[in-house]
């Protein structure tokens, strides 16, 4: 069974660096086969797409995020991580890792972790 | 690509049926047959619930089904059960990944 879990700071200080890693377990980030992704929810808004990483190191972010956000996996841990740089409030938010499928499906998202919550005070 | 509309809440008793839409454009919904829902309970991890518009992931109940017409795509629940009472959001790809704002269902 899949399973994914995220780690990482619970606070952030604005204009820092957000850093979370998703930890796989129960198959492989080298598969060929899926993406592994990031998606966010702030508090009492929707879902929001961050980004996603294919094994190769090929990566995919959302344009509205694009030159703050860091997709990268160690497919020796089977971990991949996220970065988000120059953090503010407006980051705030439970931070979800996923996996999708690839071509259409790379925006599937069938697995996801249950989500780690990160504070930026303003 | 913009976030894809959906009404913020909607609701029905046990055994109705209810139906939450999902507007994006003719970039997204209208052109493409990649529209995923997702089911969200509080607290807990989002769970796909379809994809390609009306396909069923394993072990997803029949009483959940997907359509589309245009630019919108539609979730139908049949058979409302309480367990039902969650977050949807519906997602579209294009080459990246948008969600909607989120529908609150709520089985009265």
């Known amino acids: 069974q899949l399973q994914l879990q995220e780690s990482g700071p619970g606070l952030v200080k604005p204009s820092e660096t957000l850093s979370l890693t998703c930890t796989v377990s129960g198959g492989s980030i080298g598969s060929s086969t899926y993406y592994w992704g990031w998606i966010r929810q702030p508090p009492g808004k929707g879902l929001e797409w961050l980004g996603s990483?294919?094994?190769?190191?090929?990566?995919n972010n959302n344009p509205s995020l694009n030159s703050r956000v860091t997709v990268s996996a160690d497919t020796s841990k089977n971990e991949f991580s996220l970065r988000l740089s120059s953090v503010t409030a407006a980051d705030t938010a439970v931070y979800y890792c996923?996996?999708?499928?690839?071509?259409?499906?790379?925006?599937?998202?069938?697995?996801w972790g249950q989500g780690t919550l990160v504070t930026v005070p303003s | 690509q913009s976030a894809l509309t959906q009404p913020p809440s909607a609701s029905g008793s046990p055994g109705q049926s209810v139906t939450i839409s999902c507007t994006g454009t003719s970039s997204d919904v209208g052109t493409y047959k990649y529209v995923s829902w997702y089911q969200h309970h509080p607290g807990k991890a989002p769970k796909l619930m379809i994809y390609e518009v009306s396909k069923r992931p394993s072990g997803v109940p029949d009483r959940f089904s997907g359509s589309k017409s245009g630019n919108t795509a539609s979730l139908t629940v049949s058979g409302l059960q309480p367990e039902d009472e969650a977050d949807y959001y519906c997602s579209s790809y294009a080459g990246t990944t948008v969600f909607g704002g989120g529908t609150k269902l709520t089985v009265l």
């Open positions: 996923a996996r999708s499928g690839l071509g259409a499906a790379a925006g599937v998202f069938f697995y």
């Open positions: 990483i294919y094994y190769s190191g090929s990566t």
